[in-house]
């Protein structure tokens, strides 16, 4: 069993209350747009990180990180991408790799926008934790909490963060 912390879209601003709300997590999954090393540094420090790169991203993020991001957390075959986009409006790359990958659960970001939908014709979950920087048209900032248990995603949980400009940053 794994606790996960979810959170995608930061833009460089990383708000405080991450720190509460994913100190129980064992890992802290970011899909994509992180804004700043400084962003992804203070990540790797407090936990086990999966990234991926977003179209913002530099030179230096994209070399940490890559575009995809595909492996088992238990027994749940995930992908990590950023312009993902969502069930049946998958993005053309997404669309056409989806039947080779095969997930149980497809994480995206990029579109600021809160997702949790099931895709019952790929037999998969769709996430996509919304935006929790400061960056973007989104009103709220949100993130996802949730467990990776016996080949299921548990205990889903949406964290709302306060209002898009508010908040301080780790960082």
């Known amino acids: 069993m794994k606790r996960i912390g979810l959170l995608s879209d930061t833009h460089g601003f990383l708000d405080t209350?991450?720190?509460r709300y994913f100190a129980e997590c064992d890992e802290v999954w970011h899909a994509g747009d992180i804004g700043s090393e400084a962003v992804a540094d203070w990540l790797e420090a407090f936990k086990p990180l999966r990234a991926?790169?977003?179209n913002i991203d530099g030179p230096a993020l994209r070399?940490?990180?890559p575009e995809d991001q595909?492996?088992?957390c238990e027994g749940l075959q995930v992908w990590i991408t950023h312009i993902g986009g969502y069930p049946g409006r998958y993005a053309r790359r997404v669309r056409t790799l989806l039947p080779q990958y095969r997930p149980d659960l497809f994480i995206c970001g990029h579109s600021h926008i809160l997702k949790v939908m099931p895709d019952k014709r790929h037999g998969l979950l769709h996430l996509n934790p919304g935006a929790c920087g400061r960056e973007g048209f989104h009103k709220v900032k949100t993130l996802l909490r949730f467990t990776c248990a016996e080949g299921q995603v548990?205990?889903?949980e949406v964290i709302e963060l306060g209002?898009?400009?508010s908040g301080a940053s780790l960082v």
Do not use: A, C, S, T
């Open 163 to 165: 209002p898009r400009g």
């Open 52 to 54: 991926v790169h977003g």
């Open 154 to 156: 548990k205990d889903l």
């Open 63 to 65: 070399q940490r990180y």
């Open 17 to 19: 209350r991450i720190e």
């Open 70 to 72: 595909r492996f088992e």
